[in-house]
């Protein structure tokens, strides 16, 4: 069995900034988890490609996996986690700001410790520690997700911190059954989301990676952006779309091999060329909000 963190106490970091705490599966992105201090970048051409390997996609495919693993670990919360978690405190931390009270980020505010004490049995073998990270991270974060999104925000501090208190829990009934789970799809998904990446690094929005870890957008990269900077406050480096210029159907980005520019069929090289400065004075916009 690989071991186990003992329970600390859920709302022991809730003096912390909340904005260094939140962490979450951003639906438009994915459901990756990612942390608000995460690192965010779009790259283009070929060093995009390059990126493209399979330490890259763990995050990715660990929200595939987790998604698809949901119906299968299905064990639901111990009554020792959730004795554990004081929402008392919360509720009296909460009740002094409600409005700043953020349900996931307590939820997922112990997941690097536990996930790397789940882990710590595979120290031997990185490749599989580091999956077996991501499906922790994943199980937390879907876990968490569904829990707080399942209690409105106008809801009462105590009621929201019951659901992240349960949200951990039911996370950590069922971690070991996801890692388990999760470890035969890997190979299978590394294949499908390789594929997606490198297409996206050959398309003028390019491909977006927070923290070396591919994002497998859902709606376009753009919305991605506009969910990471709402609701993580991540601000994303679109520095290399500046840079790229489209002329008969193709796209050139300075110090990157030549991309197709699909996205702009029939059309002329000056209207490509004009679409992606709109698109770099939208970044800059972006970023002097």
Do not use: H, K, W
Not at 66 to 93: M, N, P, Q
Not at 159 to 175: P, T
Not at 179 to 187: F, K, P, R, T
Not at 220 to 231: S, Y
């Amino acid at each position: 069995m690989r071991s186990r963190l003992g329970l600390l106490p859920f709302f022991s970091l809730l003096l912390l900034p909340l904005t260094a705490q939140t962490a979450s599966a951003q639906s438009a992105c994915g459901d990756i988890y990612l942390a608000s201090t995460a690192r965010c970048e779009v790259l283009i051409g070929g060093g995009c490609t390059a990126m493209c390997e399979p330490f890259a996609l763990e995050a990715t495919c660990a929200a595939d996996l987790y998604a698809s693993c949901d119906g299968t670990c299905t064990a639901t919360a111990e009554a020792s986690c959730e004795a554990s978690c004081d929402v008392a405190a919360c509720e009296a931390t909460c009740t002094v700001d409600p409005g700043s009270y953020d349900c996931r980020a307590d939820c997922q505010a112990t997941v690097e410790a536990s996930c790397e004490a789940e882990c710590a049995g595979m120290a031997g073998d990185m490749d599989a520690q580091a999956r077996c990270e991501a499906s922790c991270r994943s199980t937390y974060a879907g876990s968490c997700d569904a829990s707080c999104e399942a209690t409105p925000p106008s809801a009462d501090c105590m009621a929201r911190c019951e659901a992240s208190c349960q949200g951990r829990c039911e996370a950590e009934a069922n971690v070991d059954c996801q890692v388990d789970c999760q470890a035969d799809g890997y190979v299978d998904c590394y294949a499908t989301v390789e594929g997606g990446c490198e297409a996206e690094c050959t398309e003028p929005s390019g491909a977006l990676f927070c923290d070396g870890q591919y994002v497998d957008v859902e709606g376009g990269v753009d919305a991605c952006i506009m969910q990471l900077r709402d609701r993580l406050d991540i601000e994303v480096d679109t520095s290399a779309r500046g840079t790229a210029m489209c002329m008969d159907g193709e796209c050139m980005a300075e110090g990157e091999a030549s991309i197709s520019c699909a996205a702009v069929p029939g059309r002329s090289g000056g209207y490509g060329f004009a679409m992606l400065l709109l698109a770099g004075a939208g970044a800059f916009f972006l970023r002097r909000r």
